[in-house]
C-alpha cells in the first residue's frame, strides 16, 4: 500500500479532503495535488472555494442524510473545521413532503431532529419577522431547525489544504490537459498545459465542473474513446449574489438563520440565502441553473467558459436579475433597498441523480474520478475523503459503490429539480431581445 504513489487533480473539497486522509494514513506517500490555482489565491474556480455554504443533514436520502450528519459531527468538533463553522439553524419554505422524509430518516438514525414543522402564520413571527414578506405561494410548512448552519467555505478550503502541505502533500500550481498512459493502457499521470508530465500510481480527478472537459481532451489525445465521460458529468453553472448590509439591517439580520425555499421538479431547484458573514456580506444563489454547451472536439459538451477563470466575474443582467429576484422572494419588502455588490457565477458537475461519482473510471485502470458534488457536496467535505479511500482501495461497502458508480442507471435528468434546465446562451440572449 504505502508503495503507491498518488495524484490528485483538482483542490476542491474533494481533493482536498482526499489528500488529507491519505497523508495520515500514509504519512510517507508520496501524495500530489495539481490544480490550475494556487490554494491560497485571491481568486479561484473552484466550487468549494466561496465565501460561505450551507452545512445541513436534512436529506430526504437517508444515505446523504446519514453523511451529512457523520460530517457535521466534524465540523462542530475537529479543531480543523470547527472555527468555520456557525450553528444557526435553518428556515426553510418547503413546498413538498421532504420535511415529513427528513424526521424519518432522523429516526431510523437514531438522531434527535431538531427540526420543527410550523404553519406559515406561526413562522412568520419568528426571527423578529425578517421573513414576513417572503414568498408563500404553495407552502405546506416551514421548517425550522437548529442543527444546520453554515460555514465559511474558502476560508476552511485553505485551512485543510495548509494543513496537508505541512504534513508532506506537495502542491502544484498547473493546468492539467490531459491524461497520460503505458502501453498496457493503465493511466500513468497527467501532462500539464505547459507540456510537464506529473505520474503516479494512481491518479484522481477531481476536477469538479472542468471534468467532463478534461476527459474529453484526454480521450483525443490519446485515442481513447472510452475515457470521455460520455454524458455522465454535465457542468452547471449558478449566479450567487451578495449585498453589504447597512448598520440598521445589520443589527435585524445578523443572527438570522439560513433561509431555503424549495420547489419541486417541475416548479424549480432551491433557491437560498445565507446569513452576512464577518464583513457583513449577507448572499443569495439564484433559481436558474444553466448549462453551457459548447463544442469540444467535435462533440456537444456543457463545460465552463474557456477563460482560466471561467469568466466568473462577468455577469451579465438576467443573472443578475435572478439575485434581485432571490433577494425579493425571501425578504420582500425588507430586502427591497438594498443594492447589489458582487456576483459571481459558480461551475459544479452534476449527475442526473445528483449523486457523486467516487469510482475507478472504466475505461483504464490507474484512474478514479471523485467529483460530481451537483450543488450539496460542500458539507461533506470532512468525510469525503474516507469514503474516496475506501474507493481506491476496494473497500467501499455495496450501497456506497453502487450509488457512486461510473457505470450504474441514471435517472431522467427532468424528475431532479436540480438539474442544469437552462442553456447559459439562452439567458443571455433574452437580455439580447429585450
Ligand atoms: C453557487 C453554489 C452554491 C453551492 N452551495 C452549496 C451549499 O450551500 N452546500 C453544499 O454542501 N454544497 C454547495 N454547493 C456545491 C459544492 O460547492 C460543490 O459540490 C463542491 O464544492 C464540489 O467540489 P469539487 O472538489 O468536486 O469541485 P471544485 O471545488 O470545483 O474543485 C475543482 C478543482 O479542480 C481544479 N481543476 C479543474 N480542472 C483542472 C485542470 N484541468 N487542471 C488543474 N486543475 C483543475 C479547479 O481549479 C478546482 O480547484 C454549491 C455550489 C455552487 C456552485
Ligand atoms: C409542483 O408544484 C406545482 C405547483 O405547486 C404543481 O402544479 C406541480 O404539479 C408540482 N409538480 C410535481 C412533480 O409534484
Ligand atoms: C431556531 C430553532 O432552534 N428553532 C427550533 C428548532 O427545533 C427545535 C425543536 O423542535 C425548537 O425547539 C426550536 O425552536
Not at 140 to 166: F, H, P, Q
Not at 391 to 412: C, F, I
Amino acid at each position: 500500500m504505502t508503495s503507491n504513489s498518488y495524484l490528485i487533480v483538482g483542490a476542491g473539497v474533494f481533493g482536498v479532503s482526499t489528500a488529507y486522509t491519505l497523508i495520515r494514513k500514509y504519512p510517507n506517500a508520496s501524495i500530489t495535488i495539481v490544480d490550475r490555482d494556487a490554494y491560497d489565491a485571491d481568486s479561484r474556480v473552484a466550487a468549494s472555494w466561496d465565501w460561505n455554504k450551507v452545512i445541513r443533514a436534512d436529506y430526504d436520502d437517508l444515505i446523504y442524510c446519514k453523511l451529512a450528519l457523520e460530517a457535521q459531527d466534524i465540523f462542530e468538533s475537529d479543531p480543523l473545521y470547527q472555527p468555520f463553522f456557525h450553528k444557526t439553524g435553518i428556515y426553510w419554505m418547503c413546498r413538498t413532503d421532504y420535511a415529513t422524509q427528513v424526521v424519518e430518516n432522523y429516526k431510523k438514525l437514531g438522531r434527535k431532529a431538531e427540526l420543527e414543522a410550523m404553519s406559515v402564520k406561526e413562522a412568520r413571527r419568528l426571527y423578529g419577522g425578517l421573513f414576513e414578506d417572503a414568498d408563500y405561494t404553495d407552502v405546506r410548512d416551514v421548517l425550522v431547525n437548529k442543527t444546520s448552519g453554515w460555514a465559511n467555505a474558502g476560508d476552511a478550503l485553505r485551512a485543510v489544504t495548509k494543513k496537508c502541505i505541512e504534513l508532506g502533500v506537495k502542491y502544484v500550481v498547473a493546468e492539467t490537459e490531459s491524461l497520460t498512459f503505458d502501453r498496457s493502457g493503465r493511466c500513468t499521470g497527467v501532462k500539464t498545459k505547459k507540456g510537464e508530465t506529473l505520474s503516479a500510481s494512481k491518479v484522481v480527478l477531481c476536477t469538479g465542473a472542468f471534468t467532463a472537459k478534461l476527459l474529453e481532451q484526454a480521450a483525443k489525445a490519446s485515442n481513447k474513446p472510452d475515457i470521455s465521460a460520455g454524458g455522465r458529468i454535465i457542468a452547471g453553472g449558478i449566479t450567487t449574489g451578495m449585498t453589504k448590509l447597512d448598520e440598521e439591517s445589520y443589527k435585524r439580520f445578523e443572527h438570522m438563520p439560513v433561509a431555503v425555499q424549495s420547489y419541486n421538479a417541475t416548479t424549480g431547484p432551491f433557491v437560498g440565502s445565507l446569513p452576512p458573514t464577518a464583513d457583513r456580506e449577507l448572499k443569495w444563489w439564484g433559481q436558474k441553473i444553466f448549462k453551457n454547451t459548447q463544442d469540444i472536439l467535435g462533440k456537444r459538451i456543457s463545460a465552463p467558459p474557456p477563460e482560466p477563470d471561467y469568466a466568473q466575474w462577468k455577469v451579465a443582467n438576467p443573472l443578475k436579475q435572478d439575485i434581485d429576484y432571490a433577494n425579493s422572494i425571501f425578504y420582500g419588502k425588507n430586502g427591497a433597498h438594498w443594492k447589489m455588490e458582487k456576483h459571481r457565477i459558480c461551475w459544479d458537475a452534476f449527475t442526473s441523480s445528483s449523486d457523486f461519482i467516487i469510482s475507478p473510471h472504466a475505461g483504464a485502470q490507474g484512474l478514479y474520478v471523485a467529483t460530481c458534488g451537483s450543488f450539496h457536496g460542500y458539507k461533506f467535505f470532512p468525510v469525503l475523503g474516507k469514503y474516496v479511500v475506501q474507493m481506491l482501495e476496494g473497500e467501499l461497502e455495496s450501497e456506497l459503490k453502487e450509488k457512486w458508480a461510473w457505470d450504474r442507471e441514471r435517472p431522467d435528468e427532468k424528475l431532479n429539480p436540480e438539474f442544469p434546465r437552462w442553456e447559459m446562451k439562452e439567458i443571455l440572449g433574452a437580455q439580447a431581445k429585450l
